[in-house]
């Protein structure tokens, strides 16, 4: 085992994988092959890394989640227990479709809350919050707030996972770091410090 890396002696961690300095594998966790996990990412107990799955610095995965081939996280994404992703978008046991593969893409600093369904093919932008149960069903832009199932979009987040209030010009603060965010064209983007 590299020392720049902890795997619980219950993890496999098949050939071919890029595992970055102070990652965390705990218990019953299979890291299949060719797959690529940043710097200091915790993955939980029973985590199933499907091959060729890659992950950003500073990931979350907790217990129970299942990434499959085709997603790609960017840098500090929370993984909710439980959440999965899919990779084929009409499955059958019959029907070999490994070909077929849909990719998701996740950006950076968004969180996928506990049981949420991604259903693949589908991106979520930088800092969305997905709901704990939630359905994803198509894209979700950035900082959105998507909750229920299907998931439908009911208002916008900080970075800081604060949902947003806009006055009338637009604007909004969050309550915990004070940036600011503009809503413009059904689009926020955060206003840089003066």
């Given at each position: 085992?590299?020392?720049?890396?902890?795997?619980?002696?219950?993890?496999?961690?098949?050939?071919?994988?890029?595992?970055g300095e102070g990652?965390?594998?705990?218990?019953?966790?299979?890291?299949?092959?060719?797959?690529?996990?940043?710097?200091?990412?915790?993955?939980?107990?029973?985590?199933?890394?499907?091959?060729?799955?890659?992950?950003?610095?500073?990931?979350k995965?907790?217990?129970?989640?299942?990434i499959?081939?085709?997603?790609?996280?960017?840098?500090?994404?929370?993984?909710?227990?439980?959440?999965?992703?899919?990779?084929?978008i009409?499955?059958?046991?019959?029907?070999?479709?490994?070909?077929?593969?849909l990719?998701?893409h996740?950006?950076?600093g968004a969180?996928?809350?506990?049981?949420?369904?991604?259903?693949?093919g589908h991106?979520?932008?930088?800092?969305?919050?997905?709901?704990?149960?939630?359905?994803?069903?198509?894209?979700?832009?950035?900082?959105a707030?998507?909750?229920g199932n299907?998931?439908?979009?009911?208002?916008w987040?900080?970075?800081?996972?604060?949902?947003?209030?806009?006055?009338?010009?637009?604007?909004?603060?969050?309550?915990?770091?004070?940036?600011?965010?503009?809503?413009?064209?059904?689009k926020?983007?955060?206003?840089?410090?003066?």
């Amino acid at each position: 085992m590299d020392a720049n890396y902890y795997a619980h002696p219950s993890a496999i961690i098949d050939e071919g994988c890029e595992i970055g300095e102070g990652t965390k594998i705990w218990h019953f966790t299979h890291v299949m092959p060719n797959c690529k996990l940043g710097k200091k990412c915790n993955l939980g107990q029973n985590v199933v890394i499907s091959p060729e799955v890659i992950l950003g610095d500073n990931v979350k995965v907790q217990n129970n989640v299942s990434i499959y081939s085709g997603v790609t996280c960017d840098d500090d994404v929370f993984l909710g227990p439980s959440m999965v992703f899919t990779n084929v978008i009409n499955p059958r046991s019959a029907v070999n479709r490994r070909d077929q593969y849909l990719k998701t893409h996740v950006g950076k600093g968004a969180s996928i809350g506990a049981n949420a369904t991604i259903v693949c093919g589908h991106d979520i932008g930088e800092f969305a919050f997905i709901g704990a149960g939630a359905v994803v069903t198509k894209t979700v832009p950035a900082f959105a707030l998507v909750v229920g199932n299907p998931a439908r979009q009911t208002g916008w987040m900080s970075e800081y996972g604060h949902k947003l209030k806009f006055d009338a010009s637009g604007i909004a603060e969050c309550p915990e770091s004070k940036e600011k965010y503009e809503l413009k064209n059904n689009k926020v983007t955060k206003i840089a410090a003066a």
